[in-house]
């Protein structure tokens, strides 16, 4: 059973359909990859999803329930996490606290327990505090908890925003570019991260990268978007040998 | 009648709040920058005619000429000691909101020390018989007034179209890096910006003396905050939402004189601006920009 | 992890003792008529506005937005308490807490009406309309029979009197701490922390599962209700208010405590509060350079500083200590292995 499922997702800017007829759907536990040359709106998919910009046409179903017209933060709450593009942290802020806005609408305890310091306080946060620690360790990050986030290292940065996303215990973990400007050591690596947090945490991903091999490497199914369109889907063999998706990337015909 | 003779009475207010109001958007269209001192630069202004037509006796015309030229110069004095060493660091915009509104008490206490704190009052400088407009009758002040402010502004929307420099200002202001790389000197371009703003503000100055003939260290301050709720209002770095802006403005207050009452003024004009920016959160004719995801 | 939380429980140990040190040793001098009733009185203005500064430090600090109309809360708060004392006819001990509580609660209330729409604005446009809201409340209680108009409101007693000439200090002073403490430990919260991730990046706090319109008021009217509690003591430490005392002026005065001592920084907040009440004071004797001097100071510590006298960090009596012991210690010892503690 799908975990996320759209059906004619579209957007239209003023007078420039956008995106039009979008219908894919993803698994617990699967990684679909969103590639397309550049302008073909795969980030548009994503900001669809969460809500940045409301869709004109179509549905998303997330568990079979239409969430087109909730807020951004409810739709995180209801289970779509996101990274972007240009990485987005809350900078000034530690590591650990990163992660722990993340976990913010898991807590209860109310703004006088948070004052006045009572037990609720101490218990809620002395549990996330032990799970911010866990999820910070799974990315090999739990040594720069008390670091500023933005004194990170650029490829840190990148998993620390991805830790920040599966803190919200999402059911769809949505990646934009995650590999990009990581060297070949450094996307292996992110790879197999991937894959982990696919095995741990039960999550279907759906990763948007220009990096082929990547995609190839890790995606079980790929959606190929050109013009606003879907042009091609299907497995990494499909997808490469489709002359749809050749012309679009090599242009022609 | 007697409404219509208010409407045009606003009209002359008005264009003293649309040239100080030009100021504020050109320098915040450049900078993104609150200037709470450019409201003193009026009284500057106004200082300089003061000194020039009753201290030392000389011309009317050196007197406008020389409160032009000293406001430009203190405007681009003002932003090289004050505000370049923020902006060149590209320090927190409340550091520089800050430093203006420091150099703001700086000036009006620096001329409450030199000329004291209580008014003075000015000679009339411009006066021909009021205009008759059917039955309407306009005074001298009012007709020189949206003269000025209609030409001024005229004269500013060409240059910025048209002039070498004023399309070095759209650039620097559209993105400074970008115009930096394709050679413009943004540093000029912004000292310039400051002073043409505070030229305007000085013609403001003469004009604001010869409609109400009295001058105070302080005066700038509440002048300062409807011109720049006027720019605000018109839609900040726009020429003409200053222009309409102000005009607007102008009207509203003199309306509300007229009508209800002059103790209310002040809450009606910010009243009038809460309601535009929550329809239109850029105001009348300024531009909406959506952040980029 | 101990360690942390035994230093923790110890720190406030010592926060605590220096606080009642500080009640106790000025009550005495009070008492003792070594502190005059005007040294007294700058010791209550002290306080009172380190509570405005620390409250719009919520709002400019922690969500780091601009607001420019402080002052109209204050009004709201002073002239609710004001009015209750003096036409609820109870005994003043026991009108001016309720008073006290009733100013902050308007305030909150004036928080939610202006909160909801400015707050939909950001940056230099939330500045404008949240200036625009205070000059209309002050202008609104220029005019009202109920406020008394201009001419102000007078008649307020002070809650001092000949045989207690520490009950104003004693309740200034203990809000006060209450307010600094409570922003502390709001700031640390989860709450808190919801609302510096709107300072941070207000899209990623969206999509980080944050109610950012709910934070962002819930920040505003926490800054509200302490401004208004601020107003009440203000009211009856004068005696006598009238809204041209919280005019845009006043906003900004509050504005530059807060930005100068370093936004963000509650300490911070709390020194510059306490030396720009006390200067202007202390250079009573050259009146008419004053302000001169206080504009020059301004402008140079914000281009030598932009960042403010403590930038976003703590000043923190453990630490210094702990720092200073290093230093002392580091010189004996490799110098490379206390980096870690």
Redesign the interface.
């Known amino acids: 059973m799908s975990v996320l499922e759209t059906k004619n997702l579209g957007i239209a800017f003023g007078g420039l359909q956008a995106l039009e007829d979008v219908h894919f759907s993803i698994n617990e536990g699967e990684i679909i990859g969103l590639i397309g040359p550049n302008g073909a709106g795969k980030?548009t998919v994503f900001?669809l999803l969460?809500d940045?910009y409301m869709p004109t046409q179509g549905v998303i179903e997330l568990d079979g329930n239409n969430i087109v017209g909730k807020?951004?933060?409810q739709i995180?709450?209801n289970g779509i996490?996101?990274t972007?593009q240009n990485i987005?942290?809350?900078?000034?802020?530690t590591v650990i606290?990163n992660v722990?806005?993340?976990m913010?609408?898991q807590?209860k305890?109310s703004?006088l327990a948070?004052?006045?310091?009572l037990p609720s306080?101490r218990r809620?946060?002395k549990a996330?505090s032990k799970r911010a620690h866990e999820l910070l360790e799974v990315f090999n990050l739990d040594g720069y908890a008390h670091d500023s986030a933005k004194n990170l290292p650029y490829g840190k940065q990148r998993k620390l925003e991805i830790a920040?996303?599966l803190?919200?215990n999402p059911k769809v973990l949505l990646l934009d570019e995650p590999a990009a400007g990581m060297n070949p050591t450094e996307t292996m690596e992110l790879m197999e991260t991937i894959m982990l947090i696919r095995d741990k945490f039960h999550v279907a991903i759906l990763l948007i990268e220009h990096d082929m091999n990547f995609v190839m490497g890790i995606c079980e199914h790929i959606v190929v978007l050109d013009y606003g369109r879907i042009i091609a889907e299907g497995t990494a063999e499909e997808v490469r040998s489709d002359p749809k998706v050749i012309a679009a990337y090599l242009g022609g015909e | 009648m007697d409404f219509f003779s208010q409407i045009i009475n606003g009209l002359g207010i008005g264009s003293i709040y649309a040239l100080v109001a030009l100021g504020y958007s050109m320098v915040y269209g450049i900078v993104q920058l609150i200037n709470f001192a450019h409201g003193d630069i009026i009284m500057v202004g106004a200082y300089v005619v003061f000194v020039i037509i009753v201290m030392m006796g000389l011309p009317l015309w050196l007197a406008v000429l020389g409160s032009i030229i000293f406001c430009g110069i203190a405007g681009v004095l003002i932003e090289r000691i004050a505000y370049h060493r923020l902006l060149v660091r590209d320090a927190p915009r409340i550091s520089l909101l800050i430093t203006a509104i420091g150099v703001s008490i700086f000036l009006q206490n620096l001329f409450q020390l030199l000329f004291g704190s209580d008014a003075k009052s000015m000679p009339r400088m411009f006066s021909f018989s009021p205009l008759q407009l059917g039955g309407l009758q306009i005074t001298s002040s009012t007709v020189l007034n949206i003269l000025v402010s209609v030409i001024m502004m005229a004269g500013l929307q060409l240059m910025v179209s048209k002039m070498k420099i004023g399309k070095a200002m759209r650039a620097t202001s559209e993105d400074a890096g970008a115009a930096k790389l394709m050679g413009i000197n943004t540093n000029t371009t912004i000292a310039f910006t400051f002073g043409i703003g505070s030229a305007l503000a000085s013609a403001g100055a003469v004009l604001y003396c010869n409609t109400y003939p009295q001058i105070k260290p302080i005066m700038g301050g509440l002048l300062g905050l409807k011109a720049f709720v006027a720019a605000v209002l018109g839609g900040i770095g726009s020429i003409p939402g200053a222009m309409l802006g102000g005009y607007l403005l102008g009207v509203a207050e003199s309306l509300t004189n007229a009508y209800i009452s002059s103790n209310l003024t002040d809450a009606v004009v910010f009243g009038i601006l809460i309601i535009v920016l929550l329809v239109k959160p850029a105001g009348l004719l300024g531009k909406n920009t959506r952040e980029k995801v | 992890m101990l360690g942390i939380s035994r230093k923790k429980k110890i720190s406030y140990v010592v926060n605590l003792a220096i606080v009642i040190l500080l009640y106790l040793v000025f009550t005495m001098l009070i008492r003792q008529g070594i502190v005059n009733s005007y040294y007294s009185d700058i010791m209550n203005m002290m306080c009172i506005n380190i509570i405005m500064a620390v409250s719009l430090n919520l709002v400019t600090g922690l969500l780091g937005q601009l607001v420019l109309g402080h002052a109209g809360f204050m009004l709201v708060g002073a002239y609710t308490a004001g009015l209750f004392t003096i036409h609820s006819g109870l005994p003043l001990p026991v009108a001016f807490p309720i008073a006290l509580v009733l100013g902050g609660l308007v305030a909150a209330i004036f928080g939610v009406i202006i909160g909801v729409p400015a707050l939909r604005l950001k940056g230099d446009y939330l500045a404008i309309i949240t200036l625009g809201f205070g000059e209309i409340i002050r202008v609104i209680a220029n005019n009202l029979t109920i406020t008394n108009g201009a001419k102000g409101l007078y008649g307020i007693d002070s809650l001092n009197s000949r045989h207690n000439l520490t009950a104003m200090f004693t309740y200034i002073f203990f809000i006060a701490v209450l307010t600094i403490f409570i922003s502390f430990t709001f700031g640390t919260s989860r709450h808190g922390r919801a609302v510096i991730s709107i300072r941070e990046d207000e899209i990623a706090a969206e999509a980080s599962g944050i109610n950012t319109t709910y934070y962002k008021l819930l920040a505003f009217i926490l800054a509200a209700f302490f401004a208004g509690v601020a107003g009440g003591l203000y009211a009856h430490q004068i005696g006598l208010i009238d809204p041209s005392k919280f005019d845009f002026n006043r906003s900004v005065e509050i504005l530059v405590m807060v930005v100068l001592g370093g936004m963000g920084s509650i300490t911070g907040s709390i020194i510059s509060a306490g030396v720009l009440t006390i200067l202007p004071e202390a250079l009573r004797g050259f009146a008419s350079y004053r302000m001169l001097l206080y504009s020059i100071v301004l402008i140079c510590v914000m281009l030598f500083r932009p960042t403010g006298l403590l930038g976003r960090s703590e000043f923190s009596l453990m630490k210094t200590v702990d720092k200073i012991r290093g230093a002392v210690k580091g010189k004996k010892q490799d110098p490379a292995s206390n980096k870690e503690g």
């Not at chain 1, 987005?88 to 802020?93: E, I, P, Q, V």
């Not at chain 1, 948070?114 to 310091?117: A, D, K, N």
């Open positions: 980030t900001n969460t940045v807020k951004t933060y995180t709450q996490a996101r972007f987005r942290l809350f900078k000034d802020a606290d722990k806005i993340a913010n609408s807590m305890y703004v948070g004052m006045f310091r306080y809620e946060e996330v920040r996303a803190a919200t």
